[in-house]
């Protein structure tokens, strides 16, 4: 049974930094393309970012380039979301997602995490 178990959301003021974590277990991921999206209160989920489980390759949305980075740890199985300068546009629950493409897991991911929820303060 495939899992993938977010950690790390919390509460932080605007400007601040969290970085979340993302353990995936259940099958083997190489050659899967891991990713984050994010669903704020009364709005469609959206892609976030995305790497490829080799770490290569990473892509993220105009709306947070420059301010969030993703990285992939394959000893641990383990995604990171580093989320810096965060604004209270951020504020969301954020899910972890794994997909056989970088098409697939930017549009209809394979697998979804439970989701962890980031609240950005004024």
């Known amino acids: 049974q495939v899992q993938l178990v977010e950690s790390g959301g919390g509460l932080v003021q605007a400007g601040g930094s969290l970085r979340l974590s993302c353990t995936a277990s259940g099958r083997t991921f190489s050659g899967y393309v891991m990713g984050w999206f994010r669903q704020a209160p009364g709005k469609e989920r959206e892609f976030v970012a995305r790497?490829?489980?080799?770490?290569?390759?990473?892509g993220y949305a105009d709306s947070v380039k420059g301010r969030f980075t993703t990285s992939i740890d394959n000893a641990k199985n383990t995604v990171y979301l580093q989320m810096n300068n965060l604004k209270p546009a951020d504020t969301a629950v954020y899910y972890c997602?794994?997909?056989?493409?970088?098409?697939?897991?930017?549009?209809?991911?394979?697998?979804w995490g439970q989701g962890t929820q980031v609240t950005v303060s004024s």
């Open positions: 790497v490829t489980w080799s770490g290569a390759n990473a």
């Open positions: 997602v794994a997909g056989t493409s970088s098409i697939v897991v930017a549009t209809t991911p394979n697998y």
